[in-house]
């Protein structure tokens, strides 16, 4: 009965999360780079291309008070400018971005630090910046909502690291986007959990060289897919490994 509870709590915990997640939230939002993406490549997030990896130029840095020191990375929301008729532009509707990189904060200056705790804040990407409104307004007030994230293909897996340590950025997930927590078996072991080095890099210090891989992915709605034999035994360090099905 005590067990049923608990698990009945839990339930109701994760519905309440997810409907609380729906909700419009206050923030700002000001851009970061070109037109072309220059600077919003790479980042805190851990990922590289973002052009070859899927995400394109819709993709925001995160404040403090969003990025949760790193596990918000891949989280997609929903953004819309509002209460700045100089600036918003008349039926621009929203965007929905990616979050791949980190907003640091500037605790030098007395004011305009947006990225700062407590404030909810997105930097986002100029092209999607441009969407809402006028780069000339260089800040704006928006709100935002998570919503699911729409990724075309499998989920991918790139290895790296040596044979005595495997770092594995996990990227392109759909659903809520954001992973909490893998877990990686070799050929014919146990599942092993691995932990988060930065970003969405994860690691282990087991060696698992000369065995196909197999991963249990889960994102903070809960949601866990596996899958089966990533890798085959002869998989190398710097590859890019397709999980076939996605969130």
Not at 174 to 194: C, P, T, Y
Request: with cysteine.
């Amino acid at each position: 009965m005590a067990l049923y509870r608990t698990f009945l709590l839990l339930a109701m915990a994760m519905v309440v999360s997810a409907k609380d997640s729906r909700k419009w939230h206050d923030a700002h939002a000001t851009f970061y780079g070109d037109m072309e993406g220059g600077e919003s490549m790479q980042g805190a997030c851990g990922y590289g291309d973002l052009f070859q990896q899927g995400y394109g130029l819709a993709t925001t840095a995160l404040s403090t008070a969003l990025f949760n020191d790193g596990l918000s990375c891949g989280a997609c929301f929903e953004i819309v400018c509002v209460h700045d008729p100089q600036w918003c532009i008349p039926g621009a509707g929203s965007i929905v971005v990616t979050a791949t990189n980190f907003c640091p904060p500037n605790y030098s200056k007395p004011s305009s630090n947006w990225c700062n705790p407590p404030l909810k804040h997105f930097d986002l990407s100029m092209p999607m910046f441009t969407k809402l409104a006028a780069y000339k307004a260089g800040i704006i007030p928006v709100r935002y909502r998570r919503v699911l994230c729409a990724k075309k293909g499998g989920v991918k897996f790139e290895i790296k690291g040596n044979p005595y340590w495997t770092l594995v950025q996990i990227y392109n997930v759909g659903g809520a986007g954001d992973v909490i927590a893998v877990k990686i078996k070799g050929s014919g072991k146990r599942w092993l959990a691995m932990s988060r080095n930065w970003g969405q890099n994860w690691q282990t210090g087991t060696v698992l060289t000369g065995q196909s891989l197999s991963f249990q992915v889960t994102t903070s709605d809960g949601k866990m897919v596996q899958f089966d034999n990533v890798t085959p035994t002869s998989w190398n360090f710097g590859q890019v490994y397709d999980g076939i099905k996605n969130f």
